[in-house]
T-cell receptor, first 117, second 113 residues
Framework: AQTVTQSQPEMSVQEAETVTLSCTYD???????LFWYKQPPSRQMILVIRQEAYKQQNATENRFSVNFQKAAKSFSLKISDSQLGDTAMYFC??????????????FGKGTLLTVNP | GAGVSQSPSNKVTEKGKDVELRCDPI?????LYWYRQSLGQGLEFLIYFQGNSAPDKSGLPSDRFSAERTGGSVSTLTIQRTQQEDSAVYLC???????????FGQGTRLTVV
C-alpha cells in the first residue's frame, strides 16, 4: 500500500514571496503519477500540477513548480510570487498506474497555506 | 455540464436515518470516484466506477455504505442507519479516462446529529 506524508500541517508566507511545501511518499511501484491539489474554502479540489514518475524533468505550471526526487521519494511544491488567492489547503496525492490498480488517489493529510498581505 | 455537480451541498440528518448523496459527473467521463474527507481521517477513497466494469468497493467502511452508477452517468452514494462518525464531506470526482485529470465536485457536507 502506498502512503503519502505531508509533514507541515500549516505554513504562512508573505505576499509576493516564495514558499515550498513538502511531500514524501512510500511505494514499491515504478509507474505512477504524483499530484498537488489545492482546496480553497469553497471545498472544491483543484489540480495544481501533475508529475509523471517516468519523467525526469520537473513539472512547471506558471508560478507553480515541483522538485521531484524519485530515488528519495520526495515531491515538493514551490509557489513563486505568492498571491492572496493561493491561500488554501494543499494536498499531495499519489496514483499508481500498475495493472490491477483502480487508479485511486492516495492523499496526504494536507498543508494549510496562508498568504499574508 | 460544466463541472462535476453534487447535491445536496449540505445535509443534516438524525442518527439512524438513511441518506442519499448524488453526483453528476462531467459528460463523457468514464471514471467516477467517491472520497470522504473528515478531520480525523483526512481524504479516504470509498468507491470507483469505470465504464461498465464492476465497481471497486474496497474503500467502503462498512456494509451500511453502498453506491450505484446508473447508465454510466449519475452516481448515488447511500448511507444506511447513519452514525455520528459518518459526519464528513463526501467528494465526488470524474475523469475522462482512468489516468487523466480527475475533476472534483464541491462535495456534500453531511452532519449526523
Amino acid at each position: 500500500a502506498q502512503t503519502v506524508t505531508q509533514s507541515q500541517p500549516e505554513m504562512s508566507v508573505q505576499e509576493a514571496e516564495t514558499v515550498t511545501l513538502s511531500c514524501t511518499y512510500d511505494t514499491s511501484e515504478s509507474n505512477y503519477y504524483l499530484f498537488w491539489y489545492k482546496q480553497p474554502p469553497s471545498r472544491q479540489m483543484i489540480l495544481v500540477i501533475r508529475q509523471e514518475a517516468y519523467k525526469q524533468q520537473n513539472a512547471t505550471e506558471n508560478r507553480f513548480s515541483v522538485n521531484f526526487q524519485k530515488a528519495a521519494k520526495s515531491f515538493s511544491l514551490k509557489i513563486s510570487d505568492s498571491q492572496l488567492g493561493d491561500t488554501a489547503m494543499y494536498f499531495c496525492a499519489f496514483m499508481s498506474l500498475s495493472g490491477g490498480s483502480n487508479y485511486k488517489l492516495t492523499f496526504g493529510k494536507g498543508t494549510l497555506l496562508t498568504v499574508n498581505p | 455540464g460544466a463541472g462535476v455537480s453534487q447535491s445536496p451541498s449540505n445535509k443534516v440528518t438524525e442518527k439512524g436515518k438513511d441518506v442519499e448523496l448524488r453526483c453528476d459527473p462531467i459528460s463523457g467521463h468514464t471514471a467516477l470516484y467517491w472520497y470522504r474527507q473528515s478531520l480525523g481521517q483526512g481524504l479516504e477513497f470509498l468507491i470507483y466506477f469505470q465504464g461498465n466494469s464492476a465497481p471497486d468497493k474496497s474503500g467502503l467502511p462498512s456494509d451500511r455504505f453502498s453506491a450505484e452508477r446508473t447508465g454510466g452517468s449519475v452516481s448515488t452514494l447511500t448511507i444506511q442507519r447513519t452514525q455520528q462518525e459518518d459526519s464528513a464531506v463526501y467528494l465526488c470526482a470524474s475523469s475522462w479516462q482512468v489516468n487523466t485529470e480527475a475533476f472534483f465536485g464541491q462535495g456534500t457536507r453531511l452532519t449526523v446529529v
